[in-house]
């Protein structure tokens, strides 16, 4: 098993956010978790990548227990994360906010920075080029050397993923990828989250186009109130009365 | 076109440093090459500021304590154990180093305005010691009888001849400056200052990029205080006050922050500064009023400006040749 979440509670004062969930994630699989507005998604995946400690049980990454390490640490482990809201970084443009995440790639040492600069050129170069194949991956190549942040927003997101991708994860988070994107984009996201994983990468995702969810992927969690209520095939929990129940309500009422 | 351009910039390049080399012939008199080589000290100090503040987002007030650490220790090491400039220097740079490292420390618990009280109350704690252990300092009398530095022989015993260390430093310190943040270093740096929480998400180890920052502007300020050491050979506690702080701070948000070129122009300041002594009482005024008018309109300082009219320039030509190609097309703003 790649990525153990096992009875993960996180609790913010009184509010418990998620309660007592477990979810395996394997390996080279779509792992696809929705779930009503507030239903503790995104906090499951800033607990995982580091960003809250929880406050009962634990997460393993390749067997290795991750819950309460820093978050640049867990990155460096091989898990990667988007963020809903963009976060780009607004001063630098796109091959620059993705070689940001180039860094475990980087040998030089600071004082080869300051005496060295035929090193750290020649290094440079190298950091360049592998930014520049996940840029290729995502297909924005064409807007390296743009502003981020002046791009339409559909781009910004596939530079948030081609960011993700360059701290070379086994395992990616994608929080809702395809938020604020129309159809065009989404069929395109499809194709670039399928060429992803047939790079070997695992795809963690949170998403509330159920179009998108139902057609990539392997397994489907649904949480409701932070607790999780299914998993399984697309189908089997898309015909589930209790995940119908949680999204449109009780019949009747 | 491309060639022509980097033609331009090597002649402006080479007329600005046969003007920088010609400057102590041009001054007419000992008082004005004093002026250039603090000239030449500050902007050292705002190249380290504008490292932390400009580049990593971490608001250092230390500055002129670290200053004072580097002075002090020139001092100490020339005047009681005969150290001469060459060794000096190294040692101050690894002592305000370490003591740069240290009060980064609060960094990693607090930022942007907290951060900068923590680092002004630790400065004052600094400057505080130098005055007070005078078994070591000997306190409000001062350090007299510090040497001018040599090299192969050469006296720098003028304020003539010492320009062209201080020209030199400054060069080298620009360079230096400029090939850390150029390149992973930098980025990480403005990765920090961008959205450290997005940093984190990227494998960036923000405390260590942030003390990293923090440190780099404390060797650069303590680099200034050497100099300054050796130039006046006598130095005291009231040479090192918090204005000096305030003053690099006006300087590097003036000049530009995030731009290190904003260093070397915040440069004139110094000048300007000297130039309206008559009004002394009013200069503590006038920075205030600087950086608030800075921050509200010019954010990017005077380098902000100069990129701001650059891509006005870019786009209108642009325009043009979009016009000559497609007749009168519509045409927008380059971005």
Redesign the interface.
Known sequence: MLLEIENLTMQFGGLVAVNNVSLNIQEGEIHALIGPNGSGKTTIFNVV???YKPTGGMVRFKGQTISGL???KI??LGL??T?QNL??????TVL?NV???L??H?R?R?WQ??VA?LA?RQ??RQ?KEKAMEKLRLLRIEQYAD??AT?LPYGLQRRVEIA??L??EPTVVLLDEPAAGLNETETAELRDILLQIRAAGITIFLVEHDMKLVMEISDVVSVLDYGKKIAEGSCSAVSCDPVVIEAYLGKEGE | MKTRTTLWKTLALVALLALLLAMPKIARNDYQVRILNMTGLYILISLGLNIAMGYCGQINLAMGAFWAVGAYTAALLNVNFKWPFWLTLPAAMVATAVIGSVVALPSLKVRSHYLAIVTLGLGEVINIILVNEEKITRGAMGIPGIKRPSLFGFVFNSEQKYYYLVLAAVILGYL?AR??TR???G??F??V???Y??????????GFYQI?AITISAVYAGVAGVLFAHLNTYISPDIFEFRSTLFVLTMTMVGGM?NLLGSLVGGVLVILQEALRTFRDWQLVFYGVAVVLVVLFFPGGVMGIAARWRERQASRLARQADTGEAGNGPSGEA?
């Open positions: 990548s580091g960003y820093p978050a640049y990155t460096a990667a994360r963020f976060r780009l970084f607004r001063s630098m620059e070689q940001v995440a860094g475990h980087a030089t600071f920075h300051v600069p750290v290094e440079e950091l743009e502003l002046s960011r993700a360059a701290t | 230096i090939q850390i390149h992973r270093f980025r990480a403005r990765a200052r961008d959205d929480v997005a940093a984190k998400a990227m494998g960036v180890n923000i990293l995030g971005r």
